[in-house]
Protein backbone atom coordinates (compact mmCIF):
# COMPACT_ATOMS: atom_id res chain seq x y z
CA UNK A 1 0.00 0.00 0.00
CA UNK A 2 1.15 3.15 -0.79
CA UNK A 3 2.24 6.10 2.00
CA UNK A 4 -0.02 9.50 1.55
CA UNK A 5 2.19 11.75 2.39
CA UNK A 6 1.13 15.07 4.85
CA UNK A 7 2.79 18.31 4.74
CA UNK A 8 5.96 17.43 7.03
CA UNK A 9 5.59 14.03 7.37
CA UNK A 10 8.76 12.07 7.89
CA UNK A 11 8.77 8.31 6.82
CA UNK A 12 11.31 5.46 6.54
CA UNK A 13 12.85 4.20 3.03
CA UNK A 14 11.57 0.24 3.87
CA UNK A 15 9.14 -1.50 1.82
CA UNK A 16 6.26 -3.51 3.66
CA UNK A 17 8.94 -6.78 2.51
CA UNK A 18 11.18 -4.68 5.38
CA UNK A 19 13.69 -4.41 2.75
CA UNK A 20 15.66 -0.92 2.17
CA UNK A 21 14.32 0.91 -0.65
CA UNK A 22 17.37 1.89 -2.81
CA UNK A 23 16.07 2.16 -6.10
CA UNK A 24 13.17 4.39 -6.98
CA UNK A 25 12.21 7.41 -8.89
CA UNK A 26 10.94 10.72 -7.95
CA UNK A 27 8.27 11.88 -10.25
CA UNK A 28 5.77 14.80 -10.81
CA UNK A 29 2.62 14.44 -13.05
CA UNK A 30 0.79 17.54 -13.90
CA UNK A 31 -1.77 18.55 -16.78
CA UNK A 32 -2.00 21.60 -19.31
CA UNK A 33 -4.55 23.92 -18.14
CA UNK A 34 -7.41 23.82 -20.52
CA UNK A 35 -10.21 26.01 -20.78
CA UNK A 36 -13.17 26.23 -23.42
CA UNK A 37 -14.02 29.33 -25.00
CA UNK A 38 -17.03 30.58 -27.33
CA UNK A 39 -15.81 30.69 -30.77
CA UNK A 40 -16.08 34.10 -33.13
CA UNK A 41 -19.70 35.99 -33.46
CA UNK A 42 -20.68 33.40 -29.98
CA UNK A 43 -20.63 30.57 -32.82
CA UNK A 44 -19.38 27.02 -31.14
CA UNK A 45 -16.46 26.67 -29.16
CA UNK A 46 -12.70 26.12 -29.38
CA UNK A 47 -10.46 24.49 -26.59
CA UNK A 48 -7.50 26.79 -25.21
CA UNK A 49 -4.73 24.76 -24.11
CA UNK A 50 -2.10 26.86 -22.35
CA UNK A 51 1.33 25.22 -21.45
CA UNK A 52 2.52 24.79 -17.52
CA UNK A 53 6.06 24.27 -17.43
CA UNK A 54 7.01 23.29 -13.76
CA UNK A 55 10.97 21.96 -13.39
CA UNK A 56 11.70 19.57 -10.96
CA UNK A 57 14.88 19.74 -9.40
CA UNK A 58 17.48 18.55 -7.05
CA UNK A 59 20.40 19.84 -4.78
CA UNK A 60 22.82 18.02 -2.46
CA UNK A 61 24.45 19.39 0.63
CA UNK A 62 27.23 17.77 2.70
CA UNK A 63 26.61 17.29 6.91
CA UNK A 64 27.83 21.32 6.81
CA UNK A 65 24.84 22.16 4.76
CA UNK A 66 27.44 22.99 1.51
CA UNK A 67 26.47 22.55 -1.40
CA UNK A 68 28.23 19.56 -3.24
CA UNK A 69 26.40 19.04 -6.27
CA UNK A 70 22.84 19.71 -7.84
CA UNK A 71 20.28 18.62 -10.75
CA UNK A 72 18.55 21.39 -12.68
CA UNK A 73 17.63 21.79 -15.98
CA UNK A 74 20.68 22.84 -18.28
CA UNK A 75 18.08 24.88 -20.94
CA UNK A 76 18.59 27.95 -18.88
CA UNK A 77 22.79 27.59 -19.22
CA UNK A 78 22.45 30.84 -21.95
CA UNK A 79 21.64 32.47 -18.45
CA UNK A 80 22.83 30.95 -15.74
CA UNK A 81 26.57 31.51 -17.43
CA UNK A 82 25.78 35.10 -17.90
CA UNK A 83 24.59 35.89 -14.19
CA UNK A 84 27.73 33.22 -13.09
CA UNK A 85 25.83 30.63 -11.63
CA UNK A 86 26.84 27.10 -12.18
CA UNK A 87 25.41 25.58 -15.23
CA UNK A 88 22.65 22.74 -15.28
CA UNK A 89 22.66 19.62 -16.10
CA UNK A 90 20.40 16.28 -15.65
CA UNK A 91 23.19 14.03 -13.78
CA UNK A 92 24.69 13.99 -10.38
CA UNK A 93 28.57 13.40 -10.51
CA UNK A 94 28.06 10.72 -8.20
CA UNK A 95 25.98 8.84 -11.21
CA UNK A 96 23.36 8.34 -8.33
CA UNK A 97 20.29 11.15 -9.53
CA UNK A 98 19.18 11.51 -13.33
CA UNK A 99 16.89 13.60 -14.42
CA UNK A 100 14.43 12.45 -17.65
CA UNK A 101 14.42 15.99 -19.51
CA UNK A 102 12.27 19.01 -19.33
CA UNK A 103 8.90 18.59 -19.70
CA UNK A 104 7.21 22.24 -20.89
CA UNK A 105 3.74 21.63 -21.28
CA UNK A 106 1.86 18.96 -18.85
CA UNK A 107 -0.63 16.42 -19.91
CA UNK A 108 -3.14 17.71 -22.82
CA UNK A 109 -6.34 15.55 -22.84
CA UNK A 110 -6.35 14.47 -19.01
CA UNK A 111 -4.02 12.60 -16.55
CA UNK A 112 -2.30 10.14 -18.68
CA UNK A 113 -0.65 8.09 -15.74
CA UNK A 114 3.12 9.08 -15.79
CA UNK A 115 5.09 11.64 -14.23
CA UNK A 116 6.57 14.53 -16.26
CA UNK A 117 9.62 14.89 -15.27
CA UNK A 118 11.28 12.40 -13.12
CA UNK A 119 14.72 11.91 -11.25
CA UNK A 120 15.45 8.41 -10.79
CA UNK A 121 17.59 7.30 -7.46
CA UNK A 122 19.86 4.54 -6.77
CA UNK A 123 20.93 5.47 -3.12
CA UNK A 124 23.77 3.14 -3.10
CA UNK A 125 25.54 5.07 -5.89
CA UNK A 126 25.34 8.25 -3.45
CA UNK A 127 27.96 9.64 -2.98
CA UNK A 128 29.47 9.49 0.89
CA UNK A 129 29.82 13.09 1.11
CA UNK A 130 26.35 13.78 0.24
CA UNK A 131 24.13 13.89 3.76
CA UNK A 132 20.94 15.63 2.54
CA UNK A 133 19.42 16.05 -0.59
CA UNK A 134 16.54 18.08 -1.13
CA UNK A 135 14.13 18.32 -4.16
CA UNK A 136 12.21 21.05 -5.03
CA UNK A 137 9.45 22.37 -7.80
CA UNK A 138 9.32 25.56 -9.72
CA UNK A 139 6.61 27.02 -12.07
CA UNK A 140 8.13 28.81 -15.32
CA UNK A 141 5.74 31.12 -16.63
CA UNK A 142 6.64 31.89 -20.23
CA UNK A 143 5.43 35.37 -21.57
CA UNK A 144 2.74 36.84 -21.11
CA UNK A 145 1.71 33.88 -18.75
CA UNK A 146 0.26 34.21 -15.18
CA UNK A 147 -0.46 31.11 -13.27
CA UNK A 148 0.45 29.75 -9.61
CA UNK A 149 -0.36 26.18 -8.48
CA UNK A 150 -3.88 26.17 -7.59
CA UNK A 151 -4.93 26.89 -11.32
CA UNK A 152 -3.07 24.16 -12.37
CA UNK A 153 -5.36 21.06 -13.02
CA UNK A 154 -3.60 18.32 -10.97
CA UNK A 155 -0.29 18.16 -9.94
CA UNK A 156 1.32 15.33 -7.86
CA UNK A 157 4.53 13.72 -6.57
CA UNK A 158 5.42 10.22 -5.81
CA UNK A 159 8.16 8.11 -5.26
CA UNK A 160 7.67 4.52 -6.83
CA UNK A 161 9.69 1.63 -8.01
CA UNK A 162 10.13 1.58 -11.87
CA UNK A 163 11.36 3.59 -14.83
CA UNK A 164 10.35 6.76 -16.23
CA UNK A 165 8.18 4.74 -18.55
CA UNK A 166 6.91 2.54 -15.90
CA UNK A 167 5.69 2.32 -12.84
CA UNK A 168 6.13 -1.32 -11.17
CA UNK A 169 4.96 -0.37 -7.54
CA UNK A 170 3.98 3.04 -5.60
CA UNK A 171 5.60 3.91 -2.84
CA UNK A 172 4.40 7.04 -1.23
CA UNK A 173 1.71 9.68 -3.21
CA UNK A 174 1.83 13.59 -2.32
CA UNK A 175 -0.98 15.89 -3.87
CA UNK A 176 0.37 19.52 -4.25
CA UNK A 177 -2.57 21.19 -5.51
CA UNK A 178 -5.63 20.17 -3.09
CA UNK A 179 -3.33 22.18 -0.50
CA UNK A 180 -4.67 25.56 -0.05
CA UNK A 181 -1.33 27.29 1.14
CA UNK A 182 0.03 26.91 -2.40
CA UNK A 183 -2.21 29.48 -4.11
CA UNK A 184 -0.14 32.26 -5.45
CA UNK A 185 2.70 30.54 -4.83
CA UNK A 186 5.67 29.60 -7.72
CA UNK A 187 7.56 27.42 -5.84
CA UNK A 188 7.76 24.42 -3.73
CA UNK A 189 10.41 22.96 -1.69
CA UNK A 190 8.91 19.31 -2.07
CA UNK A 191 11.23 17.02 0.72
CA UNK A 192 14.47 15.96 1.45
CA UNK A 193 16.45 12.55 1.40
CA UNK A 194 18.25 12.53 4.46
CA UNK A 195 21.19 10.23 5.90
CA UNK A 196 20.49 8.97 10.00
CA UNK A 197 22.25 6.09 11.79
CA UNK A 198 23.45 5.04 8.88
CA UNK A 199 19.74 4.59 6.86
CA UNK A 200 18.06 7.15 4.02
CA UNK A 201 14.55 8.65 5.53
CA UNK A 202 12.50 11.56 3.51
CA UNK A 203 10.63 14.28 4.95
CA UNK A 204 7.95 15.78 2.94
CA UNK A 205 8.71 19.22 3.80
CA UNK A 206 5.93 20.75 1.42
CA UNK A 207 6.85 24.10 2.24
CA UNK A 208 5.54 26.76 -0.89
CA UNK A 209 7.53 29.70 -1.51
CA UNK A 210 7.40 33.26 -3.43
CA UNK A 211 11.00 32.51 -5.93
CA UNK A 212 10.28 33.15 -9.15
CA UNK A 213 13.97 31.67 -10.23
CA UNK A 214 15.05 28.49 -9.28
CA UNK A 215 18.33 29.88 -8.57
CA UNK A 216 16.57 31.63 -5.44
CA UNK A 217 14.74 28.74 -4.12
CA UNK A 218 18.58 26.98 -3.93
CA UNK A 219 19.63 30.06 -1.94
CA UNK A 220 16.21 29.58 0.89
CA UNK A 221 17.04 25.96 1.27
CA UNK A 222 21.03 26.63 1.66
CA UNK A 223 20.22 29.22 4.30
CA UNK A 224 17.90 28.16 5.77
CA UNK A 225 16.99 24.32 5.72
CA UNK A 226 20.41 23.18 6.64
CA1 LIG B 1 9.82 21.72 -17.22
CA1 LIG C 1 1.73 12.88 -16.99
Not at 94 to 101: K, T, V
Not at 124 to 137: A, G, P
Request: with cysteine; charged share 25%.
Amino acid sequence: MAINLQKGQKIDLRKSSGEALTNFCVGVNWGAIETTKPGLFGIGSKKVIEDVDLDLSCIMLDQNGELVDWIYSPEYNAWLSQNKFPLGKLTSNDGGLRHSGDDRQGDVGGDDGLDNEIITVDLNRVSNNVDKIFFFLNIYLNQGQNFDFSQIPFAKIRMYEGTPTRVNSVFSNYDIVTDSSYRGKGALILGKLYRRNGEWKFDAIGDPTDDKLFIQTIQKITQNYK
